[in-house]
């Protein structure tokens, strides 16, 4: 692992479990021996706004923010709120786009052109791979929401993500609801099965 | 058994600032703990809510801050370790009992957190600085940076709480509060002893003259404090003089900017990090910047550590300049980018990322704003679209804090004013004395056991005539679900109409909002009132 840190945004709407994902990813990251931090927003912010966090770690971590431009990984929800990342994205940091092929239109808006949306995107990074999580998720497990544990799935398992898989389950098993985790799991075994083309 | 009580000494978890907060007081022997909602101090409250019993300690969620505040005050006049914890708004409503009870002290040692929310990612109404009432209350305040910092500060100041028999507060922001960093832990404490009230008007009347004894003593105990802070390792130098002689007062989140920024920019320089905002460790801070040419003060809204600093460095080093809000912003919170470019200048060098052109470059994409939303089936919506319906044009829409002040946003857009908890009823009232134009005021149901009733009253005994809609959702939703009065976790509820009524309100109806026709006809009727009525709508919150 470089010296530096990693730094990932995880960008969507309230209401997509992007806080559970935040946890499971920091958990890990400690598992894994490393200083994490993570930062994120509650209350008005989680009403179906757009919302945001970011995780790092590394051997030590200071800022729980990261720079605009700054960031290693972006993990999005949600197409639209993967231009909003854009902050944080850049070919100096080779910032690295994974998208949920999902549009969550906003009111009295018209819905967003997916070509218009890459082309913009690519000013900020080359390396996008936009992913049907939604889709496959509803499809094969009929829950939505499982989405964002999809995506991180995927991230670490294709390398995208310098955390053992291993820690990441462990750290799920932590923190999932006893409930939900057997869904949990089975998400992370259909991402197995995905194949990513950046 | 949740991780924040099971774990063991010298283990490391993860914890939210504000668990770290809960972790500090449990690891300090705490045993009253007090309460009101408010984003983002909300998850002491909602931690303790759940561990409490377990733990053996006393929580409750209270009216509201000010209660809070009383009923803390109340169990350490007893002897027992309080805390009282809520979000910078909150301190406003109790500031009127902070004040005489920093003159009279404590018993039993006493917390108070408040967290700010610099950029009011959480909150309406303003950006308000806490810091503030360090001069306003004299009281001590300690700022921490990291969760671990958030355990440390609250064990310390316990700790000081107990030698200087004052309240000590914690300052935390947003990116304190919810930042999430791993944490050592050490033992949980059992604090044991009976809790006795002994009189002592002495201390606990604050009556002139005494009053005035009062306020010297408590400036003596800051005093005495300040040469604590002086020697504490939470005021720290870190890094020293270069030839340069350039340096940085700093504290809380800034800090960990700061250390960014330093290796963002590869530079170095001293940083004088600041635990304590109040006392402040005066001739520590005139030691540090006697040998400077230029100090950069990075914190967060107002300046007060630059002002603080322009006034020490008055007889000792007249020449120093002073940076800060030059190069830093008022409004709004920092951000790791700022302080890169702050210190930048500050130092004559350049950041290796052009900031600059990428936020030009960003700015151009069109991305559309996406607001807030009630949750799709909220029942919220069916009282906003069935009032928007009858209201006749013109009528004036009161608004309050709560989830109902999602109003404001499209598509409804029913929000005409918008200030503080309790104030739409308030402020209705003025309008129908001062005009013949109609007001619909909106009240949550927790905002109307916090600061609705007086509002309310007010409408009686001075007569006016708006109608009143107090949203039962029967929680307190905006902030996380947290019960009330009208809706308590266990035992009886007080029932919203039946106060109501005993004020002497004639036209008081509760409905269902889903019963359209029934609510329909109940706001046309009472539109026509020329006396206050009040509809509760009563639904609950889709998630309870
Ligand atoms: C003095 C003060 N304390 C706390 C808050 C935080 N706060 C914002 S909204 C809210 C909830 C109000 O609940 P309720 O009135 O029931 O409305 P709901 O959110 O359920 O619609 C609280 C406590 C505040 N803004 N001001």
Redesign the pocket.
Known sequence: MKKKNFNIIISGIGGQGLITITKILAKAALIDGFDVKTSELH?LSQRGGSVETAIRFGSKVDSPLIRQGGADLIISLELQEALRACYYASKDSKTMFLINDFVKSIPGTKKPDKSQVLKQLKGFSNKIALVPATNICKKELNKEVLAGIYLISLAVLKGLIPLKAFSVLKAAKKIVPDKYLELNLQTFQLAQSYTLSI | MEEILSGKTGEKIILLGNNAIVRGALESGVQFVST????PASEVGNTFFRIAEEAGIYFEYST??KVALEAGAGASFSGLKTLVA??N??L??ASDFLIPLCYSGIKGEMVILVADDPNCWS???SEENTRGFANLAHIPILEPSDSQECKDFTKLGFELSKKFKIPVMIRETTRVALQASPVRLARIVKAKGKAKFIKDPHQFSTMPPRVLEMKNELLEKIEEMRKISEKSPLNQIKGRLRSEKMGIITSGVSYLYVKEALKELNLKMPVFKLGFFNPLPEKKIQKFIKKLKKVLIVEELEPYLEKETERLSKNINPKLQIWGKNVLPVTGELKPEYVISALAKFANTKPKFNFKSHLRKFKKLEIEKRFPQLCSNCP?WLIFSTVKKLAPKGTIFGG?????MLAAYPPHKMQDYLF??GSSAGIAHGIKKATNQKVIAF??????F?AGIPALINTISNKSDPLIII?D?R?????GQQP?PGAPAKGEEIKIEDIVRALGVKYVKTIDPINVKEFEQTIKEFLEKKEVSVIIARRA?IRI
């Not at chain 2, 009240?443 to 109307?448: A, H, L, P």
């Not at chain 2, 929680?475 to 902030?479: H, N, Q, R, V, Y």
């Open positions: 209350g | 009101y909602p408010g984003t509201n801050e809520m979000k708004f909150g406003n409503v909150s309406a109404q919220y309050e804090i709560g989830c109902y503080c908890m009240v949550g149901d927790s905002s109307f916090h949203m959702n929680t307190t939703a905006m902030t009330h919150c």
